[in-house]
């Protein structure tokens, strides 16, 4: 784990820029919000998010996350069928800022292309260079 100012940034690991996060689990997706991301929103009073066995197209919402300071899509960084999803998030969203990294996650997904979606995330090392530009802006 590296903090970037104060932006926690976890190894093992890939990163959207549209501020998700990818863990790979026995060919699986895990996938949340980053760090930054809940930080930004504030307080999360309010997550909607799909069903299981529904499809997530790379680069379109599939949900959305609603803080006491707007209402963010969830777009998805790879492509897939939705196998799981953290009901524990629908009913307690503040779990996304207690541990965005940890009980936070959002859904789990069967990949369809994953090789190829891995290609386009940022890895650890990538992240940490853009949460430093990022840190510079704010």
Do not use: C
Request: proline fraction near 5%.
């Amino acid at each position: 784990m590296v903090k970037v100012d104060d932006y926690e940034v976890p190894e093992g690991l890939y990163y959207s820029k549209e501020w998700t996060w990818v863990k790979i689990e026995n060919g699986k997706a895990r996938i949340g919000i980053t760090d930054y991301a809940q930080k930004q929103l504030r307080e999360v009073v309010f997550a909607e998010l799909p069903e299981v066995g529904d499809e997530i197209v790379k680069g379109e919402p599939f949900g959305t996350v609603e803080s006491v300071k707007s209402v963010s899509d969830l777009v998805a960084p790879i492509n897939g069928k939705i196998e799981e999803v953290n009901e524990e998030v629908v009913d307690n969203p503040q779990i996304i800022n207690e541990d965005p990294y940890g009980e936070g996650w959002l859904i789990l997904v069967s990949p369809s292309n994953l090789d190829e979606d891995l290609k386009t995330l940022m890895s650890f090392e990538e992240s940490v260079e853009w949460h430093k530009e990022l840190a510079k802006e704010s």
